[in-house]
């Protein structure tokens, strides 16, 4: 019974097992989980989440936590919202508009990203204090940035170009589903295929090992929190162009989520374990357990509380996952 149990919780499936079991349960209860509308609305409500979960997962493989994610994500939001809103926008009306939006967005990404990166390895500061700062001067720099620009909460009136990015599609694909494919393959090979990713697991598993063996330890975990600020930055190109606005709190409530996506699929919060498709496979099971449960008509709070205790679980099953691998390896 122990084999069988300890053979479950390291097996790169179980997640997909419980995606499974939950749905089953849950028909009975509510027959729309298992509609082709259902599905629909499943994968285009996990786009985001996925891209800020491959995001994280880069700084969880080196063993560290980007907290600042959300906040990255609303300030961007609102700078950009800024730029090309047609009220009053800095480049209203022009042509240009929309590219330098854009522009800034993946600027602020990958500024933030590696500041966060620098203070961690050039300071030596925990990456959980550099990212709560930074989360907490984003959120109030949003909130200040929009006060001055706009007269409500919010920065609206964006160009229709820019809409279409996270509502238009080609032959029936969204834009949003493309440009989550061409990064999770990216990341996938990035993490699978070079030297980049062979270092951040090294520096994961241990980077005093890792920096005697050659690898340059400070540079990659720099860059670990430089492609988290980046994909931080396109899934908030996705959340502003589906909202049609820019707001100072957008993806507010979507942190422990996607710490908790990445997790539940296998990546160690401990460090040098990770993979995208597990990634992927964790992002879909909380999403479908997130849709089912509104299915059932539950109150918001109820929905939290249960994903909450889920996420738990998860961070559970990943200490012993990590004493059983320990144990293996010994």
Not at 26 to 47: D, H, K, R, Y
Not at 161 to 173: E, L, Y
Request: hydrophobic letters at 60%.
């Amino acid at each position: 019974m122990w084999r069988f149990l300890r053979r479950l919780l390291t097996s790169e499936y179980l997640v997909l097992l419980l995606t499974a079991l939950y749905v089953l349960c849950l028909w009975p209860f509510a027959p729309e989980i298992v509609s082709a509308q259902t599905a629909l609305e499943v994968i285009m409500a996990m786009l985001p989440l996925l891209l800020l979960a491959i995001g994280q997962t880069f700084v969880l493989i080196v063993a560290g936590i980007d907290l600042s994610i959300t906040s990255t994500m609303a300030f961007s939001s609102v700078v950009a919202a800024a730029l090309m809103t047609g009220d009053g926008g800095y480049l209203a009306g022009n042509a240009l508009a929309v590219p330098v939006a854009l522009i800034a967005f993946l600027l602020i990404g990958l500024a933030v990203g590696c500041a966060n990166g620098l203070c961690v390895v050039r300071l030596g500061m925990p990456s959980f204090m550099v990212t709560l700062v930074a989360q907490t001067f984003l959120s109030g720099a949003a909130i200040w940035f929009t006060s001055l620009h706009s007269t409500s909460v919010s920065i609206g009136d964006l160009p229709a170009a820019f809409s279409v990015i996270g509502r238009g599609g080609i032959a029936g694909i969204p834009y949003a589903l493309l440009l989550c494919l061409v990064v999770a393959f990216a990341a996938h090979w990035l993490l699978g295929r070079t030297t980049l990713g062979r270092w951040l697991y090294a520096v994961g598993n241990n980077p005093r090992a890792a920096t005697v063996s050659g690898v340059p330890t400070g540079r990659v975990i720099i860059i670990a929190f430089v492609l988290s600020g980046f994909c931080a930055a396109l899934a908030s190109i996705v959340y502003t162009s589906r909202l049609e606005t820019g707001t100072p709190v957008l993806g507010q409530r979507v942190l422990l989520d996607v710490i908790g996506a990445a997790v539940i699929g296998g990546v160690s919060l401990f460090g040098g374990r990770g993979k995208i498709s597990w990634v992927i496979l964790g992002v879909l099971f909380l999403s479908v357990v997130d849709k089912g449960l509104q299915l059932l008509g539950l109150s918001q709070s109820i929905v939290f509380a249960v994903k909450g205790g889920v996420i738990l679980l998860a961070a559970i099953i990943d200490a012993l996952r990590s004493r059983i691998l320990v144990r293996v390896a010994a």
